[in-house]
């Protein structure tokens, strides 16, 4: 079964420093999306792509974060500065169409910022 | 408060007994999912349930939805230790297809 794969597994990072996080979605699917986890607590929605633009973003999507779909099949969520409380497990999901349709998530990438 | 709050927030039961799961939210949605989470894992979608159904069942697991109350259940049936994980509800609301999830039941089920 078609997977949403995400690089690296754990990234650790300097605070301050630019991160960016790899995914894959599935191939076949037309939105894509970011979520993080800080430790313990909910799933927290980024921000949603969809036709090469952003359809939709929360208030953490601030100017320090982009996403880029920079080719056929990579979506990328970039961090120019990153901080301490960045520090958390981000998503990415893919689904075929919008709200009738299951998101499929990838395993994540643990993010910390020392 | 939230949207999509679950109840309870920690559940241990024996291999075999049901597992009932609640959500509550708070705006008026186009669904609402079940996903689950097994530790350090990304979600697993389980199941949707649009805002015109009322029950859906899949295997062993029965989801109810009631738009007037606007809560959800997610009920495991017999359940076995490899359903030991945290269930997470979603809500959709918007056209971009956000999803807005709750705060998580972590369900242990002892062998």
């Known amino acids: 079964e078609p997977e949403v794969t995400q690089t690296p597994s754990h990234q650790v990072t300097q605070m301050g420093q630019e991160v960016i996080l790899r995914c894959v979605p599935i191939?076949?699917?037309?939105?894509f999306y970011w979520y993080r986890q800080i430790l313990g607590q909910k799933v927290e929605f980024l921000v949603s792509?969809?036709?090469?633009?952003?359809?939709?973003k929360s208030e953490i999507f601030d100017d320090q974060f982009s996403v880029e779909r920079p080719d056929g099949s990579n979506f990328t969520l970039k961090i120019r500065s990153t901080k301490l409380e960045d520090s958390a497990m981000y998503f990415c999901?893919?689904?075929?169409?919008?709200?009738?349709?299951?998101?499929?998530f990838g395993n994540g990438t643990r993010l910390t910022v020392t | 408060s939230q949207q999509g709050e679950e109840d309870p927030q920690a559940l241990s039961i024996q291999e075999g007994e049901n597992a009932t799961m609640n959500c509550s939210y708070k705006?008026?949605?186009?669904?609402l999912q079940w996903y689950r989470q097994n530790s350090g894992r990304g979600l697993v979608h389980l199941i949707l349930?649009?805002?015109?159904?009322r029950e859906k069942h899949s295997g062993r697991l029965r989801v109810t939805l009631d738009t007037s109350k606007k809560s959800s259940s997610l009920l495991i049936t017999a359940s076995r230790a490899a359903d030991t994980a945290s269930y997470f509800c979603?809500?959709?609301?918007?056209?971009?297809?956000?999803?807005?999830f709750g705060d998580g039941t972590t369900l242990t089920v002892k062998p």
């Open positions: 191939s076949n699917h037309l939105y």
């Open positions: 979603a809500t959709v609301n918007t056209n971009a297809g956000k999803s807005t």
């Open positions: 999901a893919s689904s075929r169409g919008t709200y009738n349709s299951p998101l499929h």
């Open positions: 705006t008026s949605i186009n669904n």
């Open positions: 792509f969809y036709n090469n633009e952003i359809s939709e």
């Open positions: 349930i649009r805002s015109n159904e």
